[in-house]
């Protein structure tokens, strides 16, 4: 964020600071991806949940949830696309195209991120409720879902429509944390995500938070791309549960080890995690702010020495 001059919070919002911010993960840091925005709070917000903006250091949060005494008058707000900071993200989403186009001979994948329907529903009506309504109010916890599933399925599709290459969805946290029974994922949230896959015209990655392997075998049949975990999980046990329907991402510890570890830290953590089988390398959440760059550099320079080690 010093060195580029786009920060947060206004980068939340300024498209011409979300796009540079983003950019820099390429140009400065040696990714081959470019990721933004960098919260969970977009959807919310056009929902009516109101939004504490954060500051340098900490991401946007959800202050209240309009719709935590049920779903009456629940449903997607007309003009969506002009809610809130959609037109902020798809305005940095051009002009993110725009930049990397200028690079000529080089490919820049551009992965947009998103909440997914069960953060959209716990934003909205709190988490306890999510979880209450899906054991004692199904009807309930339906209706919810099918809203928020068609509002991430038009959001996102207006995302690749306006170039992402990608999309990157954190989702399930109440999944990964075992609050929500086997049976609730497998017979009330997997039908709306494998609708969600269908839909959107571009590929899906899942992010999970927290200790999901349990769950991994059934979010792995709901037609998603990839699935990215956090360290939490065995990436032997992820591996062995996802098979070849979907390719596994992480899992290096963003706080122990790319926040507070040393560049050596990151290498070995990498190197073990490409050993184990991982098809795409990267932290296991979301980088913090304050990592130091030599550590986020040393994630990719591990990469590459592994490669050139493996022969």
């Known amino acids: 964020m010093d060195m580029t001059g786009a920060a947060w919070p206004e980068a939340h919002s300024d498209p011409e600071k979300m796009a540079k911010l983003a ?140 170039g992402a290459d990608a999309l990157c969805m954190p989702d399930g946290g109440i999944v990964g944390s075992r609050m929500m029974p086997p049976s609730v994922l497998e017979d009330s949230v997997k039908p709306f995500y494998k609708r969600l896959c269908r839909k959107v015209n571009g590929p899906v990655i899942l992010h999970i938070c927290g200790d999901a392997g349990d769950s991994l075998r059934t979010l792995s049949e709901c037609g998603f791309e990839a699935i990215s975990i956090e360290e939490k999980v065995s990436l032997k046990a992820a591996k062995e549960a996802i098979g070849d329907r979907a390719r596994l991402i992480g899992n290096v510890s963003p706080s122990r080890t790319l926040l507070f570890g040393t560049p050596d830290a990151v290498k070995a953590e990498a190197k073990q995690c490409l050993s184990a089988g991982v098809d795409i390398l990267a932290p296991g959440c979301g980088i913090a702010p304050g990592t130091p760059l030599s550590n986020i550099r040393a994630l990719v320079e591990a990469r590459d020495e592994w490669y050139v080690e493996k022969g």
Request: net charge negative.
């Open 23 to 162: 950019i820099a993960w390429h140009e400065i840091a040696g990714f081959e991806a470019v990721h933004y925005p960098y919260c969970l709070t977009v959807l919310a917000e056009t929902m009516g949940c109101d939004v504490r903006m954060g500051t340098k250091d900490i991401q946007p949060s959800v202050l209240s949830h309009p719709f935590s005494k049920g779903p009456e008058n629940l449903g997607i707000p007309e003009n969506l696309l002009e809610k809130g900071r959609i037109p902020a993200v798809l305005k940095a989403t051009e002009i993110l195209v725009d930049m990397i186009e200028n690079k000529k001979g080089r490919k820049i994948p551009l992965i947009a991120g998103m909440e997914g329907p069960l953060t959209v529903f716990t934003h909205i009506a709190e988490i306890k409720n999510c979880l209450i309504w899906a054991l004692k109010k199904p009807d309930y916890f339906n209706t919810f879902m099918e809203t928020c599933t068609e509002l991430c399925i038009e959001y996102a599709s207006t995302l690749f429509d306006h």
